[in-house]
């Protein structure tokens, strides 16, 4: 595996065409094997999950919200907080898997390693109406507005926490964070000292990983990490293979260096992967899926004083995707941001403002093409929000975004927020929001098929989605052992994407708009000393309707606009037996799909693991006991089984 991304960058390197990311990659091995470290031989790190009170679960401490440090247990939005042990204790291996541990999100696996995730509904393969950050870095693809899954990952043993919002983010985080904001956030490389080894093998994935790190100096530290995977293909309902085995690489670092009162960071990451060959397409050989790229991230922060701090950061990043049948882009993104936060009376305020630049090139596929081919893009931003005490335990939250892009010009993205807390332990919050969902690519350039005479065409008018949210929340501490978060939501769409009406072409329009509410709520029971129970449940409901005039052949009921389960539930048990065994059940419960009809299914995952020594853990974890294989997501005649499968896992470190 690894072999063949060394024999990739010799070959690159003897033509003269050194792939930036090999570069990143190489030199990466070349900081980490000639700095020599400070290496402490240390346990495996553990937050002992099931032993936390529920205050000190409710006082993680949280960026998301308010784009600075604050108490979970005060932040007035519906957001849940995936730890470092949540992680760990899972078995996941993917991001992807990590955040089914989420309950205001819901995430379908469509083949080995492509997902639909969306929070808060219209869930589809090429999602647009959610933000994903790691650290601070948007993975999203200007081409769609959405993520590529099987072309993001990093080394799941360095997240500190991953801060999952449900609901609109604009106003700090900008278009796009319409339905709800992803922010993985990695732990600094002081963090993690020493070497960490991992491996897995099962029978239908395998991958190792490695992460090594130390002091850089007297006042910095360094991590390197290299990781590989390779997973199995699935098969169709019908029993057919499915030729969607994988495998990817990836490697990464981070440096921090801190001072009296500033610190810096600087980390990169740089990846490569390949689908096996896809067969043909009539005569047509199609060969593999290929993808790579990298990224480099810069953040210096400031203390200038008790009550005021500043923050720049500057990354870049590149990608390719080579797919034959749709499409195959190749892109730069380069984006600057600051923001500044200070006090003052009873008050307290964060502003900033940021540009982004991208380019790219889309290479057409035997379906799809863009046209142009080419297109430059550049996102400009400024925002501010203000939250004033109105009283000891009434506070309100008023803030302002103000976006351009190239298509619609500026965009506004207000909210407004109210948080009480009436006694201890008990906080109610409300929230109103006005959030968009900018064109693409996918809305202005797309082409089917990818020369004339076409059946659907890029809108050249098209706007941007609208959504004007109302959200009512309490989170708090019922009884002595048991916590609960509960919003509900509405949201009121217009300018949704839709097709105009024959005759053909069909061209991409605004005109299906509507309304989606619902409720999200979970809950931690500390059933005894070392035994947590986790629960969590949402639900979905939408009318939508064609704006008088509107109207095109797929209708309001298409499967990018409802594919959505009415409702999904998870339960969750974490135990610790004495003090070298940990025991975790992962029960969930997903509604049917109705449109591209999905039935429903009940999944249980588990998860024993024994830490022998400190520094070794052996973990057996299982996944979808209940049934052999079901589908989750897709039209029947092409979707993917996912099967129950078995994974040895093993961490040393040192």
Not at 187 to 206: F, I, K, V, Y
Not at 269 to 298: C, K, M, Q, W
Request: charged residues 20%; aromatic residues 10%.
């Amino acid at each position: 595996m690894f072999g063949k991304a060394c024999q990739e960058f010799k070959s690159s390197h003897v033509s003269g065409k050194c792939r930036p990311e090999w570069l990143l990659v190489f030199s990466c091995l070349f900081v980490s094997t000639t700095i020599v470290p400070t290496v402490f031989a240390q346990p495996l790190a553990s937050d002992a999950l099931a032993d936390l009170s529920l205050e000190e679960l409710a006082d993680l401490q949280i960026t998301s919200v308010s784009r600075r440090e604050e108490s979970l247990s005060n932040a007035p939005a519906s957001i849940f907080v995936i730890t470092a042990e949540d992680i760990r204790r899972s078995g996941a291996t993917t991001l992807p898997e990590v955040l089914r541990l989420a309950p205001n999100l819901q995430v379908a696996s469509i083949d080995s390693v492509q997902s639909a995730i969306t929070a808060r509904g219209f869930n589809n393969a090429i999602g647009n109406k959610l933000l994903v950050l790691i650290d601070g870095r948007t993975i999203y693809t200007p081409l769609f507005s959405g993520v590529f899954w099987d072309m993001q990952d990093t080394f799941l043993q360095d997240i500190e926490r991953i801060e999952v919002i449900s609901g609109p983010g604009a106003t700090l985080w900008g278009a796009n964070a319409v339905n709800g904001v992803i922010n993985v956030i990695t732990r600094s490389a002081a963090s993690s000292n020493g070497t960490l080894l991992t491996g897995e093998a099962g029978d239908r994935e395998q991958g190792i990983g490695a992460r090594t790190g130390g002091a850089l100096g007297a006042n910095g530290n360094y991590r390197f990490y290299l990781k590989g995977r390779e997973w199995d293909n699935t098969t169709r309902e019908n029993g057919v293979a499915v030729r969607d085995a994988w495998e990817r690489q990836q490697a990464g670092f981070r440096m921090d260096w801190r001072g009296e009162d500033q610190r810096f960071t600087f980390q990169g990451d740089a990846y490569t992967g390949e689908s096996e060959h896809r067969g043909t397409f009539g005569t047509i050989a199609v060969p593999a899926v290929e993808v790579s790229g990298a990224n480099l991230l810069g953040r210096w922060n400031r203390e200038l004083s008790a009550d005021s701090a500043l923050q720049v950061q500057m990354y870049w990043s590149h990608s390719k995707r080579d797919e034959f049948v749709l499409f195959s882009p190749e892109e730069d993104i380069v984006d600057l941001e600051f923001q500044h936060s200070f006090a003052f009376s009873r008050q307290q305020l964060v502003w900033g403002g940021g540009y982004r630049y991208a380019e790219d090139d889309v290479a057409p596929g035997v379906f799809t093409a863009f046209i142009p081919a080419s297109r430059s893009q550049d996102w400009q931003n400024i925002f501010a929000q203000d939250e004033i005490a109105v009283t000891d335990n009434l506070k309100a939250i008023l803030g302002l975004k103000l976006e351009w892009n190239d298509y619609t010009g500026m965009e506004y993205l207000p909210s407004a927020r109210l948080a009480w807390t009436p006694i201890p332990n008990q906080f109610l919050w409300t929230a109103v929001s006005r959030a968009v969902r900018a064109p693409s690519r996918f809305d202005r350039d797309v082409f089917f098929p990818q020369r004339p005479p076409f059946i659907i065409a890029g809108g050249p008018d098209f706007e941007a989605e609208v959504a004007e949210v109302l959200e009512v929340g309490y989170r708090g501490q019922l009884v002595d052992a048991v916590n609960l978060s509960l919003t509900l939501y509405h949201h009121d769409w217009s300018k949704l994407r839709s097709g105009t009406k024959l005759p053909l072409p069909t061209y991409l329009a605004n005109d299906i708009e509507g309304k989606a509410w619902g409720a999200e709520a979970w809950a931690n029971w500390q059933v005894a000393n070392g035994w947590r129970l986790a629960a969590g449940v949402t639900t979905i409901e939408k009318e939508l309707e064609f704006v008088p005039g509107g109207g095109d052949t797929a209708g309001v009921n298409n499967a990018t606009l409802h594919n959505d389960p009415d409702y999904q539930w998870m339960l969750r048990s974490s135990m610790d037996i004495g003090d070298s065994v940990m025991f975790d059940l992962y029960w969930r419960r997903i509604a049917k799909l109705t449109v591209e009809p999905v039935p429903a299914y009940n999944e249980l995952n588990a998860r024993v693991a024994w830490t022998p020594l400190p520094q070794l853990e052996v973990a057996v974890t299982g996944r979808n006991l209940l049934d052999g294989d079901h589908a989750e997501f897709g039209a029947r005649a092409t979707r993917s089984k996912i099967d129950r499968s078995v994974l040895l896992g093993l961490r040393f470190s040192f």
